[in-house]
């Protein structure tokens, strides 16, 4: 027997007791994507790795560890996308919708890091991404916040889950703080664990970042970045938490909050599940008003967030909304000889062009009636709707109730769509 093969390590199916969980997730987050008026967009998976150097940075541990990367046929570097801003904007860059500077846009989709797997933490993970562009205030800021505060109550988690900001100002103030800040942890650079002595020379204010406990004492007592922050970034942040404060939106002010890609400027946010630990982030963004221009494009402020979905989905698995399991099926359609099993065919193509929102299984692979109605019975159908040879001949189908206490009935076809549409409100 030949050996199996296994999915890659860090990569998982989501099986079809998972799928309808995910499908009514994803249709209340579009739903209220659409309601704030934001639109689609569909985004290639592999993308040129030049634009993900240029736009998270070469000295993130995303492109220096976790990235995948390879040569195609003609030798050009290509990269399974990380993550989804770089590539809408480039899309726009490219196909030229920022003659019209304003867009909401939103999408949906695989990312891959080759990180350690562990739970919260795949290989492969799905992002929905949302970005805003050409509009500089905090107000969008703020919408976009309240936006996935909606999400949350929608869901039922809301309480699970902690509000954290923080201001990240501009490059220039930035830079002011990486050297206060270099020359911080510089004095301790002999306690340093490994991955912060490394990061004290490319990216120090990934230090503040750290989960390591051995690092917390000496982290909260670094220099703050709010205290280098100029009028115009501190205004931004205080119309920010003025408009959430406003709207009754809890939030916490964490100023290690620095997130780990290079193109932030001004507001990062983060949604943390209670306990969750180092993998207990779940929706997390801010706003990035020079990469559009980095990236080759006119100057056009910018902010988005991206939501994972497997650390949303763990989060849901005691919720009603994952108990009530997928909606059953209307009917389970059974055939019986040979112009049963033709006419059955034909009934079904009928009864779905003039229904079709009706969940109609046919049943498949022959079987005695017997065999037929413990398959029926075992699908959750409400009804079996019988096609046999006596069916065939007379132009009727037989109606069995499966869920409820009701006799038997015999229907045209005209009369079966009646029922259908007065029980299910078609």
Not at 110 to 138: D, N, S, T, Y
Not at 363 to 382: E, P, Y
Request: glycine share 10%.
């Amino acid at each position: 027997m030949s050996s199996k093969v296994q999915a890659v390590r860090g990569m998982h199916d989501i099986l079809p007791e998972e799928t309808p969980l995910w499908r009514r997730v994803e249709s209340i987050l579009a739903d209220t994507l659409r309601a704030h008026g934001y639109r689609e967009i569909r985004l290639p998976v592999v993308e040129k790795t030049e634009l993900f150097k240029r736009s998270i940075g070469e000295v993130t541990d995303i492109v220096e560890k976790e990235m995948y990367t390879f040569e195609d046929k003609s030798g050009e570097s290509l990269t399974l996308r990380p993550e989804g801003t770089a590539g809408c904007v480039r899309a726009l860059i490219e196909q030229g919708l920022l003659r019209n500077p304003v867009h909401r846009l939103w999408y949906l989709g695989p990312m891959f890091r080759h990180e350690r797997p562990q739970k919260g933490r795949f290989r492969q993970f799905h992002q929905l991404g949302v970005e805003a562009f050409g509009l500089p205030g905090p107000d969008v800021d703020a919408e976009l916040i309240l936006l996935t505060r909606r999400w949350f109550r929608q869901l039922g988690i809301e309480n699970q889950l902690e509000l954290q900001l923080n201001c990240l100002g501009s490059q220039i103030e930035r830079q002011a703080y990486r050297q206060e800040l270099v020359a911080y942890f510089g004095s301790f650079e002999r306690v340093l664990d490994e991955d912060s002595q490394r990061r004290l020379k490319t990216n120090p204010l990934r230090i503040l970042d750290s989960k390591n406990p051995a690092m917390q004492e000496l982290i909260a007592g670094a220099p703050k970045l709010l205290d280098y922050l100029g009028e115009s970034s501190l205004a931004h942040f205080q119309g920010l938490t003025s408009i959430l404060q406003d709207c009754g939106v809890r939030f916490t002010i964490n100023p290690r909050l620095v997130r780990g890609l290079d193109y932030y400027c001004l507001t990062v946010f983060e949604w943390v599940a209670q306990g969750g630990g180092s993998q207990g982030t779940v929706c997390a963004g801010g706003r990035y008003d020079t990469l559009v221009e980095q990236l080759g494009g006119r100057p056009t402020p910018a902010v988005g967030f991206a939501l994972g979905m497997e650390r949303l989905i763990s989060l849901l698995t005691a919720s009603p909304l994952a108990r009530s399991g997928e909606l059953p099926p209307h009917l389970y359609l059974i055939r019986a000889g040979a112009e049963g099993e033709r006419n059955g065919w034909l009934l079904a193509e009928w009864l779905r062009d003039r229904l079709p929102n009706l969940h109609l299984i046919v049943h498949l692979g022959g079987g005695s009636l017997k065999n037929q109605f413990k398959k029926a019975d075992k699908s959750g159908a409400w009804y079996a709707v019988i096609v046999g040879e006596d069916e065939a001949a007379r132009g009727v189908v037989g109606l069995k109730a499966l869920r409820a206490d009701e006799p038997q009935q015999t229907l045209s076809r005209e009369q079966l769509v009646a029922f259908l549409q007065k029980k299910f409100s078609f």
